[in-house]
């Protein structure tokens, strides 16, 4: 059994576990190509509900969580997800850090990646989200990374990490298609996108899209792997020759 066989039968065990128990049930976290299994798995599915997130609006790595009859749908307060700080104990002394460096520390520690979940960092902090049982190790074990003493906390979201920095792009388009819209966002042509579409590197809210004509909805998440990801935040207006003005805002 290869992994993805494996995971298409963890996914089917735990959707059958909460329709027969009517009891939560949830995956660890899934990478974007995982996420694109769970969709496919999910859609021969029937009578099931779930929601899949991160801990926050933009994650990139999410838990998929089934919902049992007493949960609303998209219900995410039952989510076994933790939001830990990571901050340096002397902020005048510590290096800037990147996502690599924290990553690096967690699996010094013995983490395994599907454990943990996005790393938002900012430099100098970091917020980390995480399996909700793996939390308080995180914060009782973790006091350095590379070579910055650091403290852990759990606690709540911050707005820094619920509203990122995005930058603004605007531009005309012939049709809101996919290679259009990835052309625009990292600012080169249709075809130089046209490879990343066909190696399966771009999804579209967690789901592999390969299509160049995929038209994608307003306020849907496109990640291109290794390029970074933007919301598409819609048309603006047409222009006389009936191209159409459109927006996006690309991670920073």
């Known amino acids: 059994m290869n992994e993805e066989q494996w995971l298409e039968k963890r996914v089917e065990e735990l959707a059958e576990k909460c329709r027969m128990r009517d009891i939560p049930t949830h995956t660890e976290f899934l990478n974007l190509n995982e996420q694109d299994i769970f969709y496919r798995t999910m859609r021969k599915q029937k009578g099931v509900r779930y929601v899949l997130a991160g801990g926050y609006p933009m994650a990139e790595r999410k838990v998929g969580m089934f919902l049992p009859s007493y949960l609303e749908e998209g219900d995410e307060s039952m989510l076994p997800v933790s939001c830990v700080h990571i901050l340096p104990l002397n902020e005048k002394f510590a290096d800037k850090l990147s996502h690599r460096d924290y990553l690096g520390a967690l699996m010094n520690l013995g983490i395994e990646r599907h454990k943990t979940g996005d790393i938002v960092t900012d430099g100098t902090r970091a917020w980390l989200f995480c399996m909700t049982d793996l939390a308080d190790y995180i914060c009782e074990n973790l006091g350095q990374v590379r070579h910055t003493r650091v403290y852990a906390e759990i606690g709540e979201v911050p707005a820094e990490v619920l509203q990122p920095e995005f930058e603004t792009i605007e531009g005309s388009v012939a049709s809101v298609r996919l290679d259009a819209l990835l052309a625009l966002a990292f600012k080169t042509s249709r ?13 579209v809210n967690g789901r592999l899209v390969m299509s160049a004509s995929e038209v994608p909805a307003e306020g849907a998440i496109v990640s291109v792997r290794h390029m970074g990801r933007f919301v598409y935040r819609g048309v603006k207006s047409e222009t006389r020759k009936g191209r159409l003005f459109v927006t996006v805002d690309r991670y920073v």
């Not at 996108?193 to 999804?203: D, I, N, R």
Request: aromatic letters at 8%; one cysteine or more.
């Open 191 to 203: 075809s130089k996108m046209v490879p990343c579409l066909e190696a399966g590197q771009v999804f």
